[in-house]
């Protein structure tokens, strides 16, 4: 599981930091995470391949969160793109880039597809045989949400020796992966925890953009590898972080160490701050594994 960070500051963008936007690589497919302006200068700045990018989360329609999307949207077209593109968001997302797609007398290539969120419940809006992706319904002040991706099916690893000592033919391997038991000519089963290693760990990464503390997410992020949380004040500014619906770097530990994740990424750093290093000294007065986030910072997990 590999993490990306193309932009990690709050509000503005400006000549030396990037406005929200990460990639999620995870079972060989690779998620578009928020897309402030900017994005996709950095994803060329990082020779990220475009057409791997196939869905879009966005947490909601504050600019320095999605105002990099139409851009985006644009360039596949003008790259030829032919592969469908899923873009998911808060009600509303759908409006605001095919009014400025048709205004501009722009159109697309391939299929745009919008999946539209208004659940104030944590819902499944992406699942196939390999990742699932859930909402995680956050506090601020428009409609917001978080995301959760975890993997599923794991595949149990194969014992070659094991295998290779009953003959068992490699027309069969997949079947062995998937969990199955082998039968023997002479009609013997063979138990598949005889043929197999247990599989990996299924991983799991929490994206909570901006949001108030709020511990009612707590349940839905639960034990994941990662949690990246926002935390755009320092404890100085605590008043400044309700007033704004934002949270401070020991409010993202807190969470953290409540939902028992094993290593948290901070970020959405206001810009007042001229040392980003003060966030992991308060967040450490709580939660050990903290780690920054900063533009074109890579993690792999």
């Not at 799991?204 to 009612?216: G, R």
């Not at 619906?245 to 409010?251: C, D, K, V, W």
Request: hydrophobic letters at 35%.
């Amino acid at each position: 599981m590999k993490l990306t960070i193309l932009g990690c500051y709050a509000a503005t963008p400006r000549t030396i930091t990037n406005p929200t936007s990460q990639l999620l690589e995870i079972k060989n497919q690779m998620f578009l995470i928020d897309c402030g302006e900017g994005t996709q200068v950095q994803l060329r700045k990082h020779k990220i391949k475009f057409d791997r990018i196939n869905r879009i989360f966005i947490s909601h329609l504050h600019g320095d969160h999605f105002y990099g999307l139409v851009g985006l949207i644009s360039t596949f077209m003008l790259l030829n793109r032919v592969n469908d593109l899923h873009v998911y968001g808060p009600k509303g997302i759908k409006e605001i880039i095919l009014l400025q797609l048709r205004a501009s007398g722009s159109f697309t290539g391939y299929n745009l597809y919008f999946h539209e969120l208004e659940s104030k419940e944590s819902e499944v809006v992406f699942e196939d045989d390999n990742v699932i992706v859930k909402t995680i319904p956050l506090k601020h002040r428009v409609y917001t949400n978080g995301y959760l991706f975890k993997e599923k099916n794991t595949q149990r690893k194969l014992d070659i020796v094991a295998i290779e000592e009953l003959n068992i033919d490699k027309c069969y391997y997949q079947k062995i992966k998937s969990g199955g038991n082998i039968t023997l000519d002479d009609g013997t089963i063979i138990a598949n925890e005889e043929l197999t290693f247990p599989p990996n760990p299924e991983k799991s990464y929490a994206f909570c953009s901006d949001t108030l503390y709020n511990e009612s997410i707590i349940p839905i992020i639960e034990n994941s590898d990662v949690l990246y949380h926002e935390s755009t004040f320092l404890e100085t500014e605590a008043n400044l972080a309700e007033k704004t619906m934002h949270s401070t770097a020991i409010q993202a530990a807190t969470i953290a160490k409540k939902a028992n994740v094993k290593n948290l990424v901070m970020g959405h750093y206001s810009t007042r701050y001229g040392n980003i290093e003060l966030f992991k000294e308060e967040a450490q007065t709580v939660f050990d594994n903290v780690l920054l986030a900063d533009d074109g910072k890579e993690f792999e997990f």
